[in-house]
């Protein structure tokens, strides 16, 4: 079921010839798709984790109403079917939307920024659900030891805390990245799919897949494939290294 | 003293607070409540008649059938699965666990092709299919293959999680007391870990029900043949359908919430019988 599917597209990719195979990623819409997918990834996954690492901190260390219905919240994009996240952040994002009429610069729809938008949105759980445990775990003693020893509280934050949640933040930077990287649903319906402005790689895999160019498409897969087995093997040593401290 | 020495209180408190409001409100909140709304936009009456469609009614078939595919399949091999890797001495366990992320890890469009490759028409095993007449690509084998591949990691990593937490010993003990293999699987294990398996189903349900990428390279999105719902949804909006788009959306929507509650629930559920175990 996992192994024979990814034997194929490798044989698939291999036969390609090399040449061919570099010529196929290496045109401009192959080179700006991927560019687009990587550095967008890259970018959402950065937001994704600041603004997770805030909101597991809201969620674990203070009261406030509304805290569980928020909580519960967070998963909304892991249930939530990416068409229906497509339609409506298009919906939102589009110049008569509630976001994009305010102002003619939040009119996102069909640009890469609404690209960033929608994978922000699909990837937004996963730093939230790597670092609320960790930081749940945390021994209130060793802040304390740390408080009693002279530290700031900035200091035991930089110094104490912010060192434990180094694993946890990175786990749920690579997930989100790995999410972000290959999101098709939503992505395909806001972005308008412009070659050389928000065609994503998924995207031109599924372009060349309707052109019958079953090579083409399949080089691309292969880049796509390589990142997210280098993704979980990087997410497998941060588990270790995890492992080995708690 | 101890309450000053604590990172975060003071200043930093509603200040933090507020960023991580505001952040789930405009982030999560503003896109749930524009579906409600839109899918109102032409009136009540409006609703129904997009939903009533035949189109509507096929799409939601045949979302049904690749659901109930993807659970039926995963329950058990996730079950069989997780057993193997946490109860015997297989040769390769650790690829085994990274490969059976790598269903979550991989873009959708790209586990789609790889079917097509495999059982397209000039894929590996495409003309053997063509001798015995069967169908995959394009056809709702196709279709539940896809949900089933994207879905294939959560019941199974929610089984591995719990084995390994409860540990051997019930079983070890069952054992020594004459069961038979069969017997501490059927008595022990299945009944431990069974809220893990609910749990998993339910993950799996929710990821089932909104597959869009890899199923549509492998349905065709052939209309009232292979769309299925979230295929729906994306032709409509693309067809300026605006309402209807969001009259099917409506109710995913809230099955995503369901699945939200049901997990939450679960997870309390399962704590507490956990508990009572021990």
Known sequence: MV?????AVVVKASGAGVSDALRSVSGPIALSALGLSFGGALLTAAVNTVM??????????????GK????????????????????????LLSPRGWVGAVHPALAASFSPAGVLV????????????????????LEPEVEEAAALLGARPRQVFGHVILPSLRAAMLTGFAL????????????????????????????????????????????????MLAASILTLAAIGLLHRERGQHG | MARRSRPGEGAARPVVIGVAVAWLAVALVLPFVSVFVAAFADGVPAFFAALSTPEVRHAALLTCLAVLAALGFNVVFGVVAAYAVERTRLPGRGVILTLLDLPIAVSPVVAGLMFLLLYGRQGWFGPLL????????????????????VTLPFVAKEVVALLREIGTAEEE????????????????????????????????????????????????????????????????Y?????????????????????TIVAQKALARLGRRNGKENR
């Open chain 1, 68 to 91: 569980s219905l928020m909580n519960a919240l967070v998963d909304l994009p892991f249930a939530l079917p990416t068409a229906v996240a497509g339609i409506t952040l298009s919906e």
């Open chain 2, 238 to 258: 693309v067809n300026y359908q605006t309402t209807a788009a969001f009259a099917a959306a409506l109710p995913l929507t809230l099955l995503a919430v369901l």
């Open chain 1, 3 to 7: 192994v024979l599917p990814l034997a």
């Open chain 2, 130 to 149: 063509e001798t015995m007449d069967v169908r995959i690509v394009f056809a709702l084998p196709g279709i539940m293959l896809a949900t089933i591949f």
């Open chain 1, 176 to 223: 989100s990245f790995a999410r972000s990287v290959g999101e098709f649903g939503s992505v395909v319906i806001i972005s308008g799919n412009i070659p050389l402005s928000t065609l994503t790689a998924p995207v031109l895999i599924f372009q060349r897949l309707e052109e019958y160019d079953t090579v083409g498409a399949t080089v691309i897969a292969t880049v």
């Open chain 1, 118 to 137: 929608a994978m922000t949105f699909v990837s937004m759980p996963f730093v939230v659900r790597a670092v609320q445990p960790v930081l749940q775990q």
């Open chain 2, 173 to 236: 003990a069952a054992r020594t007391l004459g069961a038979s293999k069969a017997q501490t699987f059927l008595h022990i294990v299945l009944p431990n870990i069974r809220w893990a398996v609910f749990y998993g189903s339910i993950l799996t349900a929710a990821r089932a029900l909104g597959e869009f990428g890899a199923v549509s390279v492998l349905s065709g999105n052939l209309i009232g043949k292979t769309q299925t719902m979230p295929l729906y949804i994306e032709q409509a």
């Open chain 1, 52 to 65: 997770g690492t805030i909101v597991a901190w809201a969620l674990v260390r203070y009261e406030f109403p």
